[in-house]
């Protein structure tokens, strides 16, 4: 495959997601894993692949790569989701792939002062952030993701929308973070104040929720309660938002 080849196949992998209102991360994790299948394979289109050679793949991940079960079973995932969806090739069961092992090991937990040393090395939204992981369990695509409507004060609760699995669910708000969390929403309500003013303000909804309330984009209750620094053109429809903090930017990695 050439470049040009290349760059629509990663098109079509878009796409086909944006059209099934798939999450953002989820769309750049296919595209970088079908890519690595494409270059494994001597940059062969998908096409003239089939089972054997997503077998081989999957495989060498488990024993050259050495990868964990979870990063094969992504990896695996996502080829299934170039066939089945972009390609319309439905693969056969797959039988003879190597599994990756995963480790027999003892959880690792900090202590009380090892927890209050890390905290006392951050500060700002970095700690913040870090308190939604210790004091209400989000994951850190759960903060990053969270929108102003989704922080409820007086029941001192937070509602994660499409978290790990697809799945909705509610968090405990601690006392202790609400005092942050009011001054981090008076922030992005500053923000996106600017935006409007200069003729943005629309948010990344899912297609169907954007269809059902077609003024919402622009609500401040849809707004992220961690905008990012800068807006950023959507390479899925061309349209100019303030995306939310992306992980490399929160130094939380």
């Not at 629509?8 to 690595?36: C, N, P």
């Not at 905290?119 to 759960?142: K, T, W």
């Not at 169907?208 to 807006?231: E, I, N």
Request: one cysteine or more.
């Amino acid at each position: 495959m050439g470049d040009g080849k290349i760059l629509r196949l990663s098109d079509a992998i878009r796409a086909r997601i944006a059209r099934k209102g798939m999450a953002k991360r989820t769309e750049e994790v296919y595209v970088d894993w079908a890519l690595r299948f494409v270059r494994f394979h001597g940059r062969r289109h998908p096409r003239e692949l089939g089972a054997a050679e997503v077998e081989q793949y999957l495989t060498h991940l488990a024993v050259v790569g050495q990868v964990a079960p979870g990063t094969q079973n992504q990896a695996l995932a996502a080829l299934l989701f170039l066939y089945r969806e972009v390609l319309g090739i439905e693969l056969p069961w797959l039988n003879d792939i190597h599994r990756s092992k995963k480790p027999r090991r003892l959880p690792v937990v900090l202590t009380r002062d090892e927890i209050q040393r890390l905290f006392a090395e951050l500060n700002g939204r970095n700690a913040l952030i870090a308190g939604l992981f210790y004091g209400s369990g989000l994951r850190l695509l759960d903060a990053l993701r969270l929108r102003v409507k989704d922080v409820d004060f007086s029941a001192s609760q937070l509602v994660i929308r499409d978290g790990k699995g697809g799945k909705d669910r509610v968090a405990l708000l601690p006392l202790k973070l609400q005092p942050g969390l009011h001054a981090a929403i008076e922030d992005a309500r500053e923000i996106h104040t600017r935006d409007l003013a200069a003729g943005f303000g629309v948010v990344w909804l899912l297609h169907a929720l954007a269809r059902k309330y077609v003024s919402a984009s622009k609500d401040f209750g849809w707004q992220y309660v961690f905008p990012a620094g800068r807006r950023s053109v959507d390479r899925r429809d061309g349209i100019e938002r303030r995306h939310h903090l992306v992980r490399a930017r929160c130094n939380l990695q």
